[in-house]
């Protein structure tokens, strides 16, 4: 499915950006259970911040992660919306460019923490079915002959925002167990996040 990772990416910066305010920094996230709000916000800002300094050794490692929440930290939930929203125009130009195997996961990731984020602040995950028709093929693939699920279960279970308990409650054709280490590609939660949809 051909689609425009740019768009795609500034929708999701634009809904993460009226769900978070400086009243709700504090609040935890349970699907980063090391930050808040804030720290959630400082790596996505981050993340646009480094792409365009070229700053990329380390990607997607947790010491390049951790340097973004530590370099965000004296700046409020404003002031990293208002950098996100000034320096994002040139990635999502990038990302609408042509070529890059790799730029998808820029586009997953912001959608994982837009779900992380509507999640810690009591509100039910929703994503666009354009973004779901389009990653469910990309995360499904080498496994979807051996369990059914909804795209937003794949998303979610894939990147590690389920326990193994609720992946094995998918409806799996075969034995689950087989296939646990390979369905995570990020780790699996300890607890559940109790997400709505």
Same mark, same amino acid.
């Given at each position: ?50 792409? #365009? ?12 992660? =951790? ?8 700046? *409020?939930? *404003? ?29 997953? /990731? #912001?959608?994982?923490?837009?779900? /992380? ?7 039910? #995950?929703?994503?666009? /079915? ?7 093929? #990309? ?11 909804? =795209? ?12 193994? /308990?609720?992946?094995? =409650? ?28």
């Amino acid at each position: 499915m051909s689609v425009d990772l740019g768009v795609l990416y500034r929708g999701a910066r634009e809904r993460v950006c009226s769900l978070v305010s400086d009243e709700v920094a504090a609040v935890a996230v349970a699907a980063t259970p090391a930050w808040d709000v804030h720290d959630v916000v400082a790596h996505l800002a981050g993340i646009v911040e480094d792409g #365009i300094a070229g700053n990329m050794e380390g990607a997607p490692g947790e010491a390049w992660t =951790a340097a973004q929440v530590e370099r965000g930290r004296s700046k *409020s939930v *404003s002031e990293l919306v208002t950098q996100w929203t000034e320096m994002a125009p040139l990635m999502e130009a990038a990302l609408s460019s042509p070529g890059g195997d790799m730029r998808w996961r820029a586009v997953a /990731d #912001i959608h994982t923490h837009e779900c /992380d984020l509507r999640t810690a602040l009591g509100h039910p #995950i929703e994503l666009p /079915d354009e973004f779901l028709a389009w990653v469910q093929p #990309i995360l499904a693939e080498g496994l979807s002959e051996l369990v059914d699920a909804p =795209a937003i279960e794949w998303f979610r279970g894939r990147f590690g925002r389920r326990t193994a /308990d609720e992946v094995r =409650a998918y409806g799996w054709k075969v034995d689950p167990d087989v296939h646990l280490d390979a369905f995570f590609i990020f780790g699996r939660a300890e607890q559940s996040l109790g997400e709505r949809t």
